[in-house]
């Protein structure tokens, strides 16, 4: 197999460093430019996004365009051997266009329609916004589409939001239609006999409503695709023009952290490249730990969508000013997390923004260039020194991350569950149960795959299943597949519960995992906060460690049918009850885990069993020091390991015997290597088969 692709793109065939640059704010002072460009290079910055709010400075009057200055920067930017991801400018549209055509504006769930302002506060189903977005892009591709500055499409921003306009609720009826065909299969899908909701014509579906419907959680999970696939549709409208005048430029739109709204597993279909925007919440905490797996896992997520380098589009150079608490990054943070991004598979290190805002809400976010206007500063000299590690590293560019492990984790599913009205209303807590499990892997240096149920699971060896709530018939057919050919799955509590309208499967859970499991759920409990139960693991158990571990918040009463038992719960009227399991189905084995465990030693134990059995890969085989990661990319000949300290400590680690070279001094290593506070190092070796 191959473990490296092309390059984002082949005009600039290296790592990209930049930032989102809003020239058109400077118009007024040429001198800031001329400026720009020269910090740009002492930055060692090679790309530039531009254009993404820049709307009323391209069209500042309904069909008058202005060009000219965007011609002014595109055209130095290759006199300079700086290059641009031109964006197109829907992300906000100007005050003419509002006033003009008012059914651009958003309404709201109230049916109230919102006033001019914001971003993003426009109907994506609008003819009007349709039509003006359609001129205004087949205008920008006609001009710049074969322009040598341009790398590739920026669409819009940060997509994201709902409309409940009249255009969008006959854009979910036909939606619905197309999906159901008949008013029959919506009712029974909706189950909408419940409470005598039974719709009897089309025209009555709409979407759900603080005052209106909103208890039948089938419509309001389809409402959530809906809107999704129309942004999904939206964005395709925007292309369209783009890739007519030059199919070879990628497009790609900014994504953002496991972003709750859009199915992004849809939108890597159409994306030709991922990107998205990182803004870690550093220095919290004594270690961070807890921030850099989270964000670790959303690395994986954007890689995992089309296995294949990603791109890091936004980060900040220093500080954000929307944060509850806006912290600087200590020495050593900017590269240690900028190059947490690369170590997951990001070919590409960019900042939102070059040069900070005079004025309006982001006039303090962080930037490369401060007000202060000049070079001589330590968050400008941290990009620098960046810029010029990353020039180092054109060897990763296109390698892959060898993942062996992964998370299932559906974006309706967590709608669902989110929805699901069940034993704990005061917080399931999905997303947290979902880094319980990324974390231990995460603590060994496993790389992860971060996957949907119409991916293919065949390529692992480690699938890892928490609270897949909702969990279509075929997937559970999938994984009874990966189980008996060999694959080991992990399936938590409240797993297998309904298919995908949201109804209850009959026969008992965990639904389609019951016979791969082995086992059927009878109850599930919700713990108040101040209960707590226990994990008792077997003596000689076949996973080798025992002890007794806390369990918070949830707690399923289960019986084994064919599967063996492991531990049992310590407490309450339930005690001596199975509570992990595992059942030998087939070449595999499917392990279920009964209750919400709270110790993260029980998954660090758990899970260092499993990938010593399963000979699961990891980036270093030796045990890594709390808050300290490894990563690892590879060609398939040489392996790229990323050692990362985010336990805010100086730490020592243990080489695992192999010889090593530090790719930024050239040195060679083994034995030991010890990282500073908010250390990262990047050795280089032959490739581990």
């Known amino acids: 197999m191959s473990h490296k692709v092309a390059p984002i793109s082949n005009k600039l065939p290296v ?64 006199e300079n051997g ?42 994506y189903t609008s003819p009007v916004y349709r039509e003006k977005t359609k001129i205004m892009n087949s205008r920008l591709a006609e001009r710049y589409a074969h322009h040598p500055a341009v790398l590739g499409w920026h669409i819009s921003n940060e997509m994201g939001g709902e409309c409940h306009c009249d255009y969008c609720q006959a854009a979910f009826r036909e939606w619905v239609k197309v999906k159901y065909g008949s008013m029959e299969a919506l009712n029974h899908a909706w189950w909408a006999t419940f409470w005598s909701h039974t719709y009897t014509d089309w025209s009555q579906v709409e979407s759900p409503a603080p005052h209106g419907e ?13 809107v999704s696939d129309q942004t999904l549709d939206f964005y395709k409208h925007e292309v ?46 004594p270690s961070d730990r ?21 791109m890091l589009m936004e980060s900040t150079p220093s500080l954000t000013n929307w944060q509850a608490v806006s912290k600087l990054k200590r020495p050593g943070m ?15 290190v960019q900042y939102f923004q070059w040069r900070k805002s005079r004025g309006a809400s982001e006039k303090f976010h962080g930037a490369v260039v401060d007000h202060v206007g000049h070079e001589h500063n330590r968050v400008f000299e941290d990009v620098a020194e960046l810029g010029k590690t990353l020039g180092q590293l054109t060897d990763l560019i296109g390698t892959l991350v060898p993942a062996e492990a992964a998370i299932l984790a559906d974006w309706d599913n967590r709608w669902a569950i989110n929805d699901a009205q069940g034993p704990r209303n005061s917080g399931l807590h999905y997303e947290e149960t979902v880094m319980q499990h ?103 158990n076949s996973l080798g460690f025992e002890g007794s571990f806390e369990i918070r918040e949830l707690c399923e009463l289960i019986h084994t049918e064919t599967a063996e038992v492991l531990a049992v719960y310590g407490d309450d009227f339930y005690a001596g009850r199975p509570v992990l399991t595992v059942n030998h189905f087939g070449e595999g084995q499917a392990y279920y885990l009964a209750a919400r465990v709270h110790e993260p030693l029980f998954y660090q134990l758990f899970y260092a069993g499993l990938v010593e059995e399963k000979q699961v890969t990891r980036a270093l085989q030796s045990k890594l020091p709390a808050g300290v990661t490894a990563q690892l990319r590879t060609d398939g000949d040489t392996d790229y390991v990323f050692l990362l300290n985010f336990s805010g400590t100086i730490v020592t680690i243990e080489l695992d015997g192999e010889e090593y070279e530090n790719m930024e001094s050239g040195d060679v290593l083994s034995g030991q290597v010890e990282l500073p506070v908010n250390g990262a190092c990047i050795l280089r070796r032959r490739a581990v088969k």
């Open 15 to 78: 790592f990209m460093h930049g930032a989102d640059y809003n020239p058109e704010q400077w118009l007024h002072d040429p001198r800031i430019f001329a400026e720009d460009i020269r910090l740009m290079k002492l930055a060692n910055c090679n790309v530039m996004s531009v254009g993404i709010f820049a709307w009323s400075a391209l069209e500042p009057e309904e069909g008058r365009f202005e060009f000219e200055w965007l011609d002014h920067v595109l055209d130095t930017f290759a």
């Open 290 to 310: 807890n921030v850099a797996s989270w964000f670790a896992f959303n690395h994986d997520l954007f890689r995992s969508l089309k296995k294949k380098p990603f």
């Open 82 to 123: 700086i290059y641009a991801w031109l964006a197109t400018p829907s992300g906000a549209r100007p005050a003419w266009m509002s006033q003009k055509y008012p059914e651009v504006l958003r309404v709201e769930a109230n049916r109230i329609r919102n006033l001019h302002g914001l971003r993003h506060n426009h109907c």
């Open 334 to 348: 900017h590269k240690l997390s900028s190059l947490q991004a690369v170590a997951h598979g990001a070919d590409t």
């Open 438 to 540: 990324y974390r231990a892997l995460w603590d060994m240096g496993v790389p992860v795959d971060i996957v949907g149920s119409h991916d293919d699971f065949s390529g692992y060896k480690l699938l890892l299943l928490p609270m897949a709530y909702l969990l279509r018939q075929e997937t559970g057919e999938k994984i009874e597949r990966f189980v008996s050919e060999g694959g080991t799955v992990v399936i938590t509590y409240w797993s297998g519960i309904v298919n995908e309208s949201d109804l209850c499967y009959l026969g008992g859970f965990p639904g389609p995992l019951r016979t791969v499991a082995g086992i059927w759920a009878e109850e599930i409990e919700g713990l108040h906060d101040q209960d707590r139960n226990a994990l008792v693991m077997d003596a000689g």
């Open 240 to 285: 369209l023009p783009l890739k007519a005048a030059n199919p070879e430029l990628p497009c790609t739109t900014n994504m953002m952290d496991w972003f709750y709204g859009l199915d992004y597993h849809k939108f890597a279909e159409e994306l030709d490249v991922i990107s998205w925007d990182a803004y870690p919440a550093w220095h919290e905490a």
């Open 214 to 226: 909103n208890a039948v959680h089938g419509q309001n999970l389809d409402w959530r695709r809906f």
